[in-house]
């Protein structure tokens, strides 16, 4: 043990002497990431059951009020959403005369990119408007590391905050959303999101959650805001042409930072981090698997959503397509039995 704090406290002082890390090639990703990982599971003589059961009584740390409180918040967002729709969105859609379908579409736009935009800023203001230094610097996260460490307040506000609003996506994607091509894969995404939020709390990589959830909320923000402007450019017999435009830049910048963000660099400081550069910081490090294992299915559904974006690119230069929308919708003739709301 204290050959191994010697050798780690090492590794860091000339981590700090040469600097950050620079960031790897997708090449470097696969053929360090590839290594560590089968070093890892050539190391590791006990792994199975017996070995996670240990592992969650050692290093799991959740206490009962916080899911209570995580639950609690969920249900507070779902009432939020109603209340927001009824007294504020619908009138608002009503009082700009929406053409029936952008009306009925736009209540959803407008509570997801409300709450994507103050996520993200406040993921942004931790990241570049304090000393955390996780996304210059991402093998940094794992540096300090030490099993049941406490959770800075202002992460454990963000964690709260995104946690619950997961948990009311949940619910909300079965029950509240319009129901399209890819909702099966939304679930899928909303449940693997708060499996990692509450497991990366548990065991104390926050650090590591903060830059995920700052590289995924940006592209959430511009599609909400585009979607808008599509529902807004058309209203009251008229066509505003300010919408138009910024729907037309939207979808050039949602398409852009979706790649930049979500598919560069992620994949390059998120997962090179947790598969490589983790097992460097703390060798024994629990759930290896587990948590990359997670990741690595979200950089899977990153890439089949960026089928979609490819699809819509396709179809606009092709001269497909003549007016915006989202191609994950049903068209009319296809479109499932519509779930009534609650007024209804």
């Known amino acids: 043990g204290h050959r191994r704090r010697a050798r780690r406290a090492d590794c860091m002082a000339a981590a700090e002497s040469v600097g950050p890390e620079p960031m790897p090639s997708y090449a470097q990703l696969v053929q360090r990431g ?36 995580l639950a609690l918040g969920a249900l507070g967002w779902t009432a939020l959403r109603s209340v927001a729709t009824a ?6 859609a009503k009082r700009c005369r929406l ?13 997801k990119f409300l709450f994507y935009l103050g996520a993200w800023s406040y993921s942004a203001y931790l990241l570049f408007g304090t000393d955390y230094p996780f996304f210059h610097d991402p093998p940094s996260m794992f540096e300090d590391w030490t099993s049941g460490m406490a959770v800075p307040r202002d992460i454990a ?12 996506s949940i619910y909300a994607t079965l029950y509240m959303d319009a129901w399209r091509k890819d909702s099966v894969v939304m679930l ?16 104390r990589y926050h650090n590591v959650g903060i830059l995920v959830l700052f ?25 505003y042409r300010v919408h138009a435009l910024v729907a037309d830049l939207g979808c050039i910048s949602f398409s852009l930072s979706w790649f930049w963000f979500r598919l560069y660099w992620f994949p390059l400081k998120v997962l090179y981090a947790t598969c490589h550069c983790s097992l460097r910081s ?6 290896y698997f587990f948590f990359n294992a ?21 179809k606009v230069l092709t001269g497909q397509m003549n007016e915006l929308k989202d191609v994950r919708d049903y068209d009319s003739a296809e479109a499932p039995s519509p779930k009534p709301s609650k007024a209804e």
């Open 34 to 69: 590839w290594g560590s990982a089968l070093a890892a599971a050539r190391g590791c003589a006990d792994c199975g059951w017996g070995l996670a059961r240990r592992g969650l009584a050692e290093h799991a740390h959740l206490a009962p009020p916080e899911l209570l409180l």
């Open 87 to 92: 007294r504020l969105f619908r009138p608002l």
């Open 99 to 111: 053409q029936p379908k952008d009306a009925a579409k736009m209540p959803e736009s407008a509570w």
């Open 157 to 168: 506000v963000a964690y709260l905050l995104q946690g619950s609003f997961y948990g009311h």
């Open 188 to 203: 899928i995404h909303h449940v693997v999101t708060l499996v990692l939020i509450v497991s990366s709390y548990a065991f």
């Open 215 to 239: 590289l995924h909320d940006i592209s959430d923000v511009q599609l909400e805001f585009t979607k808008l402007n599509v529902y807004f450019k058309s209203r009251g017999g008229s066509t």
């Open 282 to 287: 703390v060798p024994d490090i629990p759930f």
């Open 294 to 314: 997670l990741l690595l299915l979200l950089t899977l559904m990153n890439l089949y959503w960026f089928l979609y974006i490819v699809a819509f690119a396709t």
